[in-house]
T-cell receptor, first 117, second 114 residues
Framework: GAGVSQSPSNKVTEKGKDVELRCDPI?????LYWYRQSLGQGLEFLIYFQGNSAPDKSGLPSDRFSAERTGGSVSTLTIQRTQQEDSAVYLC???????????????FGPGTRLTVL | AQTVTQSQPEMSVQEAETVTLSCTYDTSESDYYLFWYKQPPSRQMILVIRQEAYKQQNATENRFSVNFQKAAKSFSLKISDSQLGDAAMYFCAYGSSNTGKLIFGQGTTLQVKP
């Protein structure tokens, strides 16, 4: 497909379990972003990748959250020992380049709805 | 740190009428971008309109236009000839020109009445 894809679309887990959320960006997009959207709230920035490196991890809420990106493509957001406050929609976005002088649009995936019981 | 504020949690407009959604932001950067995104119940984020801070001319996309007041750090969205399909949550966002990272407001839910 041509768009950003995320899996799973929904995930229900028990408190204390680890979860992995996957993002497949648009092919060729070098920049990748993770955001979190709590119920009825705006999107909160989590982490930004340029290629495989993450120059900005400032939005990760705790050390239970981590993310990686391999091959400059797929990214995985991992939440360890999930808590009920982690329940939210996790959105991924990709962008073709950074610092070109024009601001390229971020294309968003459909999100993963995480519910922690 | 940059912040974005949308002071209208909910707005309502009659079909075919015009509505304006408000947004203010705070930043110390001189080079940045501003966006309005639409999020229908499907959760898919859709870019509505974009404004480069260095441009004085207000951006326009068909029925959507912005009123960008740089000195006042204000960026409102005007929707003309509102349609039922415009009903959604609208987010104002600040974009860093360096990293592209977006800072979002809390959103405004727009209801369009037939």
């Amino acid at each position: 497909g041509a768009g950003v894809s995320q899996s799973p679309s929904n995930k229900v887990t028990e408190k204390g379990k680890d979860v992995e959320l996957r993002c497949d960006p648009i092919s060729g997009h070098t920049a990748l972003y993770w955001y979190r959207q709590s119920l009825g709230q705006g999107l909160e920035f989590l982490i930004y990748f340029q290629g495989n490196s993450a120059p900005d991890k400032s939005g990760l809420p705790s050390d239970r959250f981590s993310a990686e990106r391999t091959g400059g493509s797929v990214s995985t957001l991992t939440i360890q020992r999930t808590q009920q406050e982690d329940s939210a929609v996790y959105l991924c976005a990709s962008r073709s380049s950074v610092g070109t002088g024009t601001h390229n649009e971020q294309f968003f995936g459909p999100g993963t709805r995480l519910t922690v019981l | 740190a940059q912040t974005v504020t949308q002071s209208q949690p909910e707005m309502s407009v009659q079909e075919a009428e015009t509505v304006t959604l408000s947004c203010t932001y705070d930043t110390s950067e001189s080079d940045y971008y501003l966006f309005w995104y639409k999020q229908p119940p499907s959760r898919q984020m859709i870019l509505v309109i974009r404004q480069e801070a260095y441009k004085q001319q207000n951006a326009t996309e068909n029925r959507f236009s912005v009123n960008f007041q740089k000195a006042a750090k204000s960026f409102s969205l005007k929707i003309s000839d509102s349609q039922l399909g415009d009903a959604a949550m609208y987010f104002c966002a600040y974009g860093s020109s360096n990293t592209g990272k977006l800072i979002f407001g809390q959103g405004t839910t727009l209801q369009v009445k037939p």
